[in-house]
Structures are given as structure tokens and as C-alpha cells.
């Protein structure tokens, strides 16, 4: 085993962030978030010289699985979500979001999706990675914890947290989710939010005002 690599591409209009994450040996690893501006995402890929064995989605919303389908079949990869937050990509999408999301978002091809299982270690090619249910943002929202930092989608980001009003969203589980799986980790764990810069465990706690009652100590 090599060094992990971890290579952040902002894409599409909301700047989501997607990772390219890795194993600098063999260049085995995995593709998250791919949100948009497929063909970027895909040059990176090649220009990294990845071997890709997944793509993940942190969860279903279209700024972080616009490009999904394109990506996925450009890089001969399985596409890996939680079953609840499915619906875009396999065309069952509910209400009006999930309609337009449906029609947005570049869908897998045959048979490409693959369901995540919450507290459970993908087998894949490349850097271990963990699975943890970290609901609040969506129902399905997933983060993924690799020797790099956790990879939260829009749990967290530096200051702030994801959004809570639209459907399926939930403060309190955000922040029962965060409790559970974001405090417990050493300080200076890395956090990769879906969106800005990069932060800390130990900044979070002791700067992001919205997580100041989950307090500093578990």
C-alpha cells in the first residue's frame, strides 16, 4: 500500500466538491460526489491514472449525482447509494424535486446501482472505507470514513451545516448523526464537506455555531 491520495474537483453551478480518493501504489480507489461537468471529472480520473473500483454517493440530491450515469460508464465503475436516496437515479424520484431530479441527473446504465449497507466496510480495490448513516440532510445520506478524514456530503461544512428544510431533512437527526459519527473521531480528523473548504473535527467543535450544543466533549 501507498500513500492515499485525495484530489477535490468543484463542479456545476452550486460548487459542489467531488473527490477523487485513492491508493498512490497501485492507483486503486473511487470516484465521490460526481455532481456535475462529467467530462472534468473524468479527465482527472485518467490524468490520476485511477483505477477505479466505485462511485459513491454521499446522497440523492442532483448537485451531487448530476453527472453519476456518464462518469460511471466512462470509468467502468459501479454506482453505490442508499436505497433511500435512490430515486433520482433509477427514475422514481417523488414529488416535484424528484421528478426534475430524475430528469437531470445522467442515470447508470442496466443494472449500475448498487445499494450502501449503514456500518459496513465496502470491499473495494484502494483505500478502506467505511460507511456510516449520517441522516439530517437527506433520509439516505451516507458518509464515508477512509485513513484520509470522513466524507460528509452536506452534514457539515467549515461553519455551517447542510440544509434541513427540504424533504426527508431533519435538524435533530443532522445533529444526532453528527454526535454519533463526526465527534467521536480524533481532532484533527479531516472533514470533506460537499461543499467549501476542508475543516477539522477539532475547528467544528469549537467554532461552528450551529453544533455548539452538541458541546466539545461526547
Avoid at 480520473?45 to 483505477?51: I, K, T, Y
Avoid at 460508464?73 to 433520482?88: H, Q
Wanted: with cysteine.
Amino acid at each position: 500500500m501507498g500513500k492515499l491520495i485525495t484530489k477535490r474537483l468543484e463542479v456545476g453551478m452550486l460548487g459542489t466538491n467531488c473527490y477523487i480518493v485513492m491508493d498512490s501504489a497501485d492507483r486503486a480507489g473511487f470516484v465521490i460526489d460526481p455532481g456535475a461537468e462529467a467530462r472534468k471529472i473524468v479527465d482527472a480520473a485518467r490524468s490520476e491514472r485511477l483505477e477505479c473500483s466505485a462511485i459513491l454517493c454521499t446522497h440523492g440530491h442532483v448537485d451531487h449525482i448530476g453527472a453519476v450515469g456518464k462518469v460511471a460508464e466512462a470509468l467502468d465503475a459501479p454506482v453505490l447509494i442508499a436505497r433511500e436516496d435512490s430515486g433520482s437515479l433509477e427514475g422514481s424520484g417523488s414529488g416535484v424535486a424528484g421528478w426534475l431530479g430524475s430528469m437531470l441527473v445522467s442515470k447508470p446504465k442496466g443494472s449500475g446501482v448498487d445499494y450502501l449497507e449503514p456500518d459496513s466496510v465496502l470491499d473495494l480495490a484502494g483505500p478502506e472505507v467505511r460507511v456510516v448513516p449520517t441522516p439530517g440532510h437527506t433520509r439516505g445520506s451516507m458518509s464515508f470514513i477512509t485513513g484520509a478524514g470522513i466524507f460528509c456530503g452536506d452534514l457539515v461544512f467549515q461553519g455551517s451545516v447542510g440544509r434541513t428544510d427540504l424533504r426527508g431533512g431533519s435538524f435533530s437527526e443532522l445533529l444526532d448523526s453528527v454526535r454519533k459519527y463526526v465527534w467521536p473521531l480524533p481532532d484533527d480528523t479531516v472533514i470533506y464537506p460537499g461543499h467549501g473548504p476542508t475543516t477539522t473535527v477539532a475547528a467544528e467543535k469549537a467554532r461552528n455555531p450551529f453544533l455548539k450544543e452538541l458541546g466539545v466533549e461526547d
